[in-house]
């Protein structure tokens, strides 16, 4: 695989945090890489709820919305990267694909996205994950992560405590029984 290949295959994948992956922000997730060139990557930790509620940062931006459905669910730890800031991965109701899939972090869309008819659906991200040109690369061939296909299900539906193991599983992995020690053959 040559590396213009091997850099455009990560784009709409899982990264999933091997039992050796001791970094705090990191030990036991499962990332969404929302881009990947040869620039860096960027993603998002898709299992990780803080205790800030939607609507503590509805009332940040003085804004309101009466689907308290959607005002107590948390916002998630979307990585070590601009923490402060909120984060939207979205999209359009009836239409989900990866290539469907957009960020943003604009007022005017968390605005269109808490409208009781907006069409969009949303996780709110506080922060996000970033590497640097080759950095990430070189975490995967050290045994820091796992790469797994994108799935709807993990990403919008299932359960954050369960995202870890299920990610692990659409390739046929049990996580449970992974080491975190490297070996070599």
Same mark, same amino acid.
């Given at each position: ?57 509805? $009332?940040? !931006?003085?804004?309101? *919305?009466?689907? =308290? @459905? #959607? ?8 990585? %070590? ?30 605005? $269109?996205? !808490?409208?009781?008819? *907006?069409?969009? =659906? @949303? #996780? ?8 640097? %040109? ?30 870890? $193991? ?20």
């Amino acid at each position: 695989m040559n590396e213009e290949q091997h850099i455009s295959d990560l784009k709409n994948h899982f990264l999933i945090a091997m039992p050796g992956l001791q970094d705090p922000y990191f030990m036991h997730s499962v990332v969404y890489i929302h881009e990947h060139s040869d620039t860096g990557a960027t993603g998002f930790i898709v299992n990780k709820p803080t205790n800030v509620k939607i609507a503590e940062i509805l $009332e940040r !931006v003085e804004l309101a *919305s009466d689907d =308290e @459905a #959607l005002t107590e669910r948390p916002t998630l730890l979307g990585g %070590p990267v601009s923490q402060e800031q909120i984060y939207l991965m979205m999209h359009d109701k009836d239409n989900l694909t990866p290539q469907t899939i957009k960020v943003s972090y604009s007022p005017e869309t968390l605005a $269109e996205v !808490v409208n009781p008819e *907006s069409k969009q =659906e @949303a #996780l709110f991200f506080l922060g996000y994950a970033s590497w640097e %040109p080759g950095q990430l690369e070189n975490e995967i061939a050290n045994n820091g992560w796992l790469i797994v296909p994108y799935s709807n299900d993990i990403l919008f539906d299932l359960p954050y405590v369960n995202r870890y $193991e299920a990610a692990a599983s659409l390739i046929g992995v049990d996580i449970a029984n992974l080491s975190g020690d490297v070996g070599h053959a």
